[in-house]
């Protein structure tokens, strides 16, 4: 046992003040065999506790749950929270408040039960962004352009915060280029490549189809 949380500490898995709590947990744990717990059953425990990161899907899947499966998922956070003090990675406040969500480091460690999680997208099919992200990329470029008179393209998107484990807003950082001939060439040093920050707002439930009922209505009275 202690050769796996020793383990689980060095790989920054695992706080001390974690640890201790882990410890306290399986003493009293049912799952034992000759006054020793198992390896396996360590690992599980620990990794159940302090993992926080789901995969984007999954988040985006979780805005499907019912009224009374969003009440009780609450009402296990609120639980949790209880049980212990989390320690706070220092840099996350600091991060999320400086950049208004847009900009969280790799290696910042987020809040377990709530907070806002970063995801980076690379070029292997598996590391691409959801396509209804792509999509409201090439939207916020779309409008920048109508508003602004510019003449950005849309490239793709590096990365995306949101919100965990209820996914609401979405803090999507696009990279764009801008096709303008004119602007790039009275400004030669600037980067060939650029980035433009949106926030887009999801709800689901009866706030979303009530919200489309009105957008529904407001365009037909446009059109008309």
């Known amino acids: 046992?202690?050769?796996?949380?020793r383990r689980m500490l060095e790989s920054g898995k695992l706080t001390d003040e974690q640890c201790l709590s882990m410890l306290r947990v399986l003493d009293s744990d049912?799952?034992?065999?000759?006054?020793?717990?198992?390896?396996?059953?360590?690992?599980?425990?620990a990794v159940k506790r302090i993992e926080n990161r789901k995969p984007l899907t999954q988040l985006l899947d979780m805005r499907n749950l019912s009224a009374e499966e969003s009440y009780n998922l609450l009402r296990q956070i609120e639980e949790e929270e209880g049980e212990e003090e989390e320690e706070l990675d220092e840099r996350y406040p600091d991060q999320i408040l400086d950049s208004q969500f847009?900009?969280?480091?790799?290696?910042?460690?987020?809040?377990?039960?709530i907070g806002v999680l970063q995801f980076y997208f690379g070029d292997k099919e598996e590391e691409q962004p959801?396509?209804?992200?792509?999509?409201?990329?090439?939207?916020?470029?779309h409008w920048f352009n109508f508003e602004h008179n510019r003449n950005l393209k849309f490239i793709r998107l590096p990365k995306l915060n949101t919100q965990h484990p209820f996914s609401v807003s979405y803090y999507i950082t696009v990279e764009v280029e801008d096709e303008d001939e004119d602007v790039n060439a009275a400004a030669d040093s600037s980067p060939s490549s650029l980035t433009l920050q949106t926030m887009v707002k999801r709800p689901f439930g009866a706030f979303l189809e009530a919200m489309m009922e009105v957008m529904i209505e407001v365009m037909i009275e446009v059109c008309v």
């Open 1 to 5: 046992m202690a050769d796996t949380l």
């Open 102 to 113: 847009f900009d969280i480091d790799r290696d910042v460690r987020v809040p377990r039960l």
């Open 130 to 141: 959801p396509p209804e992200m792509v999509l409201y990329g090439q939207l916020a470029v």
């Open 30 to 45: 049912d799952k034992v065999v000759g006054r020793c717990t198992c390896q396996k059953v360590i690992e599980e425990k």
